[in-house]
């Protein structure tokens, strides 16, 4: 016999209203009550989705490891992103004057429209 069909004849027994005596209803009153406190949970911390152990982990009143890690890998990203774009303008307008610099151009270039005009296109 399973636990189920046990239970489930227990059950059925207790509807049926059996008689016990006074002694064995208070060993199982007793027995009842300390199965209930086992069973009765402590409350959880954080929010209802997170789980008990990562509520107890969290951090400041309920902000937990699962968001404040990732949003500080996100904005070191985009600070890194960001600094690399600065570097790669610095160096396209350095090799731009480079090429201006050394090459042999004449004057007349540097007054042309269309020259002006390949400078914004090239920056």
Not at 21 to 34: G, I, K, V
Not at 80 to 109: F, H, M, Y
Request: proline share 3%; hydrophobic share 45%; with cysteine.
């Amino acid at each position: 016999m399973n636990e189920l069909q046990f239970g489930n004849k227990v059950r059925q027994l207790l509807n049926e209203g059996m008689r016990v005596d006074p002694q064995s209803a208070e060993c199982l009153r007793a027995a009842r009550e300390r199965a209930l406190e086992r069973q009765r949970l402590e409350p959880a911390y954080g929010h209802a989705w997170a789980d008990n152990v990562i509520g107890n982990i969290g951090g400041f009143s309920g902000i937990s490891v699962r968001f404040l890690l990732p949003m500080a890998v996100l904005v070191i990203g985009l600070l890194a992103i960001n600094s690399w774009q600065q570097k790669q303008r610095a160096v396209d307008v350095e090799e731009v004057d480079a090429l201006l610099l050394t090459g042999d151009l004449p004057i007349d270039a540097y007054l042309d429209k269309d020259f002006q005009a390949w400078l914004k296109r090239r920056g």
